[in-house]
């Protein structure tokens, strides 16, 4: 089920993803190459006037492969970290025990989802259309293994939160549900 949320929240965000991408690129292209998008909905309406609506959907494969890994590795590894952080340590099913397993899961996540975060990034910023395989290979050939986790550190800092509020509010959610019905 996680995943499939995830693929489908990968395909509807895709558009936008693509947006952000660019509009965050463009600084750092050549003047003459910069797209000049004046804000989002103008960016949107020129990617389908000048590129068709396929623009919209550049790299939707790796973005919902990411969005697929997130959710599933963010899931997994948090059940999995609270288990074992419950009987093999002294700590108790508590905010202490939700926050450190969600910010493990969060250190999961981002590092499954790094080398796709790069992949993802460099097809939706590409001016021209090229096959994955190529774009595979023109980043090892210029940046060897090391590409894998380019941007570690500022996807962790923005995914490390994310995933802990998401586990936090989760916890206590499941705890107020179940003293509303007398189950806990």
Request: glycine share 8%; net charge positive; with cysteine.
């Amino acid at each position: 089920m996680a995943s499939c949320s995830g693929f489908l929240g990968g395909v509807a965000g895709n558009p936008a993803d693509v947006l952000n991408v660019r509009m965050q690129n463009d600084a750092s292209l050549p003047v003459a190459s910069r797209r000049n998008y004046s804000n989002a909905v103008d960016g949107l309406l020129r990617m389908i006037r000048e590129e068709g609506w396929a623009a919209l959907f550049r790299g939707v494969w790796p973005n919902s492969a990411r969005a697929v890994l997130m959710t599933a590795s963010q899931l997994a590894s948090y059940d999995g970290f609270k288990q074992a952080l419950l009987a093999n340590t002294p700590l108790e099913d508590n905010l202490k025990t939700h926050f450190t397993a969600s910010l493990l899961a969060g250190f999961v996540a981002t590092t499954i989802c790094s080398p796709v975060d790069v992949i993802k990034t460099r097809v939706m910023s590409a001016k021209e259309q090229k096959g994955l395989t190529s774009v595979l290979a023109d980043i090892y050939r210029a940046e060897g293994v090391s590409w894998m986790f380019k941007g570690w550190v500022p996807s962790f800092i923005r995914l490390g939160p994310h995933t802990i509020a998401t586990f936090l509010f989760l916890e206590q959610h499941k705890k107020m549900y179940r003293r509303l019905k007398n189950t806990d």
